[in-house]
């Protein structure tokens, strides 16, 4: 019997010590130093002399933005731009890298999400300016920074003679479960967990008929699933952390199809605003839509943030990563930092 009880005792003893130290873990991360963040570089007036347009001809729109662009160019006196189609084994890199041995300076993508960040990988650290044309089914970045997504000529305009503002490039460095390495640039948000899930599982089908509406069902068939443990580090901070999650995210900037996800996120403040969602149940995630949607200050158990130049992260099981809304894989461990002012932006 007295065995029984010192057995009990010690089992009672190491849970409450490893929940007094998972407690302790987190209240030392909630009080982590914040970074500081860097004041935006001032937009400026720089006049286009030569521009290119890359753009995806599968996408709908894909003529009129052709013609919204040298209609612009036109009017401004400048030669008809040099037009360069993506493929399908190239999303824009190749057509970008083209454009900047030809000495164009203003290097319009259009098309998706994906295009435009296949362009911006390439102008990243140059003296070219990005222009973008939003074609897509989200139009992450266009909506991040006010770029109009139902005007193509007005889109064009900014495309050709808007600012040029500075803004930060994210990049997230995975470990994939083959042995390879893989480093990705993106412009809006990366995640691993359930959002990397909801993209990987979305219908394509579905997807060309109703817009982002499919990734609404998507999402509701992902609700049910378990949390999954993960250790991550902060830049700057000595010690691991160890959390069980629903999804880690990576926000360059906020906004996601209206909603301001990331208040605190700003694209051109040489930070990235880290998001750990750790749900156990559909009333979990309501929790986080009810926050997000009325924009409450206070701080939620399900949902907490950080902001880091840089973050390294393992996974204790295989998880689906993605950026800027496209998948990018099952990783066991990844690393994502940000490049301050890296690239020129074609702004409003």
């Not at 219908?203 to 949390?227: C, D, H, I, T």
């Not at 301001?260 to 403040?269: E, H, L, Q, R, S």
């Amino acid at each position: 019997m007295q065995t029984n009880r010192v057995i009990v005792f010690s089992a009672v003893a190491a849970a409450a010590a490893a929940a007094a130290t998972s407690w302790y873990s987190v209240r030392k991360l909630s009080r982590y130093r914040k970074p500081s963040a860097q004041e935006p570089v001032a937009a400026e007036h720089v006049t286009a002399n030569k521009v290119a347009l890359v753009i995806n001809p599968s996408k709908s729109g894909a003529e009129e933005a052709q013609k919204a662009v040298e209609r612009v160019c036109a009017e401004a006196g400048i030669e008809a731009p040099l037009v360069l189609h993506t493929t399908k084994d190239n999303a824009g890199q190749d057509a970008a890298r083209e454009a900047l041995d030809a000495q164009c300076d203003t290097i319009i993508a259009a098309g998706g999400d994906g295009t435009i960040r296949a362009v911006a990988e390439v102008l990243e650290d140059t003296d070219a300016s990005l222009g973008v044309l939003p074609l897509g089914t989200g139009n992450l970045l266009a909506r991040n920074v006010d770029i109009p997504i139902d005007d193509l000529h007005t889109a064009a305009l900014v495309a050709v003679r808007g600012m040029v503002r500075r803004i930060d490039v994210g990049h997230m460095k995975l470990k994939l479960l083959d042995g390879g390495e893989a480093d990705h640039a993106f412009l809006v948000i990366a995640g691993v967990g359930t959002d990397a899930d909801l993209f990987d599982d979305t219908n394509e089908e579905l997807k060309s008929k109703v817009g982002w509406l499919a990734y609404s069902e998507a999402g509701l068939r992902q609700l049910p699933g378990k949390r999954k443990k993960v250790n991550f580090k902060l830049e700057g901070d000595e010690n691991w952390q160890t959390r069980k999650v629903r999804s880690v995210l990576f926000a360059n900037c906020g906004k996601l199809q209206g909603l301001d996800f990331v208040p605190d996120a700003k694209i051109d403040d040489g930070v990235l605003d880290a998001v750990i969602l750790s749900p156990r149940s559909a009333a979990g995630w309501m929790w986080i839509l009810l926050k997000t949607a009325f924009r409450t200050k206070n701080k939620i158990p399900v949902m907490s943030f950080y902001q880091t130049p840089g973050v390294a992260l393992r996974c204790t099981e295989p998880m689906n990563t993605q950026i800027d809304g496209d998948p990018t894989g099952q990783v066991n461990e990844l690393e994502v930092s940000v490049s301050p002012s890296a690239l020129r932006l074609r702004t409003p």
